[in-house]
Each structure stands twice: as structure tokens, then as C-alpha cells.
């Protein structure tokens, strides 16, 4: 009894990692966007500190990608910090955090 008990369990528990990972599978597909770079803090003053923000426009909406601060997003900022603003093309993963979509960039390409 104690045997199909603790096999029951082991079973419920690998259901529940497959499922874990499947979730987080589909979360990091890699995504592109194109739309206009801008720094979030000296443009758009939404943002405490500097950080890169691409502005899309979706079914007739702005939607604001807020850039993670990682080395891609850092080596693209000086261009647009103080009111520039880049046409870029970014690659990476989204996630939604507190209402706001965070872009996790992998590549960003600047649009000529």
C-alpha cells in the first residue's frame, strides 16, 4: 500500500513539473517588433531611471515595450537617451510584469 501511494505521488509529481515546463516553454518563444526606440526616463518620463522603451502601434494603440536592462538594451541606449529617437527592429522575450510588457532583447536592430 505504502509502495502505490509513493508511486501515486512520484506520478502527480511529474504530471506537475511536465506542465511547468511546457508553461515556461511557450513563455520564452523569441519575439521581433518593430517600432520607434526612445528612452523611457528623458522622452517619455514614465521611468525613474534611463531605459530604453519601443513604442508599437497595435490595433490602433501605442503599446510601450519596456527594454530589460541587459548588455544589448545598454549598448543601444546613448542614441536615443535626451530625446532622440531610433526606428529599431528587436528580437527577444516578452513578459508581462505590472501591466507592462518587458522586452528581454537579444538583438536590436537599427532601422536606416
Known amino acids: 500500500m505504502k509502495q502505490l501511494k509513493l508511486t501515486l505521488a512520484?506520478?502527480?509529481s511529474l504530471a506537475f513539473a511536465g506542465t511547468t515546463m511546457?508553461?515556461?516553454a511557450d513563455d520564452s518563444k523569441e519575439t521581433?517588433?518593430?517600432g520607434s526606440m526612445v528612452c523611457g526616463k528623458c522622452s517619455l518620463h514614465i521611468t525613474d531611471k534611463c531605459q530604453n522603451v519601443?513604442?508599437?502601434?497595435q490595433d490602433g494603440k501605442t503599446v510601450n515595450y519596456f527594454?530589460?536592462?541587459n548588455d544589448v538594451s545598454k549598448a543601444e541606449h546613448e542614441a536615443v537617451c535626451h530625446g532622440d529617437s531610433e526606428n529599431v527592429t528587436v528580437t527577444g522575450t516578452v513578459a508581462e510584469t505590472d501591466g507592462k510588457e518587458i522586452l528581454t532583447p537579444t538583438k536590436i536592430v537599427v532601422n536606416k
Open 67 to 69: 527594454l530589460k536592462q
Open 54 to 57: 519601443v513604442q508599437v502601434t
Open 10 to 12: 512520484l506520478l502527480a
Open 22 to 24: 511546457t508553461v515556461l
Open 32 to 34: 521581433t517588433i518593430t
